[in-house]
């Protein structure tokens, strides 16, 4: 099999750069620099790079891996299966593992599957406590007895510390992703400065996570209980009454809990999006962890009755795509009310709002979509304090 290895290389054209593989593997790599004493060894690492100052093309027939390193083109970067034009049988997997896939043009990818994925890591100082990712607040009241219902009383929960290395796939002009299978996109961007376009069988976009030990919970129930008081002789009763008392009852057991890391999936751009899927798209695992995937009504901006819809509830209904109506895409944080929220790129670029200074002589553009999502974040946060 033709395989190249390019472990904290360069691979570099001055002009256009064409490789064509069996397997591309761009990894960083990892040495030890031992000058020094045969006591102390001092950790030397370094991506590896494959960078064209005009197009960037890759063809290859079953495996491209970007691990912890760069593909980067000042032109267009085309990442082609081998037999893509020839048939629909197509073969390559690629893996951005905390790697960066970026160019000054346009991005095109033809495979099987992308996943674009990262490293999540433990941002506590001190992990003594043999948690990872995340730490816990014991036994948190929840609820007192509460007549003729079930509730949770206390519990042991989870606060996550969990963070993550982003994989980057980011363009200044369009990305067009193509594959015959699935887009898996976790904890990282993939981000156009003008139109995204994604087509395959199965999208999915999330928020990486780590499962938590079983934790304590204590649950509780309140009732009346009641019984007949008689004075008794024999099987004879007289003077009978109902007598009445309340009842309470606990116990306990344990719930596993997933810890989402605070770095989000993101798929964004700052003009048009478009998702199509033959199978399924999956965007996020809960709606507390900050994902949103809507199909957007087209004058939503204008309709005064839907824009309080969105910020009273923060949901579309989701239906499933046509190519009349693929899906959008957006992130965003949190919609308190229609006046306090945090909101996607998308959101602010569609009504072409003056973001919080109407004195400004132009709207805001939102340059890098995601460098500029994170500005927004800051702000916004800052506003609605």
């Known amino acids: 099999a033709n395989t190249v290895n390019n472990q904290g290389g360069q691979l570099a054209a001055g002009g256009n750069l064409n490789i064509a593989v069996d397997t591309l593997n761009n990894t960083r790599n990892d040495t030890q620099d031992t000058t020094k004493t045969q006591e102390k060894t001092q950790e030397k690492t370094q991506g590896g790079l494959i960078y064209a100052k005009n197009q960037l093309q890759i063809t290859a027939a079953n495996h491209l891996l970007n691990d912890k390193s760069s593909i980067v083109a000042e032109g267009d970067i085309v990442i082609n299966d081998t037999n893509h034009d020839t048939n629909n049988d197509l073969n390559l997997v690629i893996d951005n593992k905390s790697g960066v896939i ?8 033809h495979a099987k599957t992308l996943n674009n994925t990262a490293y999540h890591y433990d941002t506590k100082q001190d992990d003594s406590d043999g948690y990872y990712g995340y730490d816990v607040n014991e036994k948190v009241v929840k ?11 206390e519990q042991d929960e ?15 002009k369009d990305i067009n992703i193509n594959l015959s299978d699935e887009l898996f996109n ?7 400065k003008q139109d995204l376009s994604i087509t395959a069988n199965k999208i999915t976009n999330e928020t990486d996570s780590v499962a938590t030990h079983q934790m304590y919970r204590k649950w509780g129930k309140k009732w009346v209980d009641s019984w007949e008081d008689c004075k008794k002789f024999g099987p004879i009763k007289w003077s009978c009454k109902t007598r009445y008392a309340d009842r309470t009852k606990s116990w306990t057991d344990s ?7 605070k770095n989000k999936g993101t798929l964004s751009a700052a003009q048009n999006l478009t998702i199509n899927a033959n199978e399924s798209i999956t965007n996020g695992e809960t709606i507390q962890n900050n994902e949103f995937l809507g199909q957007v009504t087209t004058n939503y901006q204008d309709n005064p009755a839907v824009a309080e819809a969105i910020a009273t509830n923060g949901q579309f209904k989701i239906n499933k795509p046509t190519q009349a109506q693929p899906y ?9 009310d229609i006046t306090q929220f945090k909101a996607s ?26 460098w500029e999502h994170q500005q927004l974040q800051k702000q916004i946060s800052e506003q609605t304090k």
Do not use: C, H, W
């Open 102 to 109: 970026k160019a000054d043009n346009n991005i095109t990818i």
């Open 143 to 153: 609820s007192d007895y509460v007549m003729d219902q079930t509730l949770v009383l």
């Open 158 to 172: 989870q606060v996550s510390t969990l963070a993550s290395n982003p994989a980057f796939i980011s363009a200044l």
């Open 186 to 192: 976790s904890s990282s961007v993939i981000s156009a």
């Open 255 to 261: 719930r596993s809990e997933l810890a989402y890391s």
């Open 328 to 336: 959008v895409i957006e992130t965003r944080n949190e919609f308190v």
């Open 345 to 370: 790129q998308y959101l602010f670029a569609r009504p072409n709002i003056r973001f919080l200074d109407p004195a400004m002589s132009s709207p805001i553009t939102l340059g890098d979509a995601y």
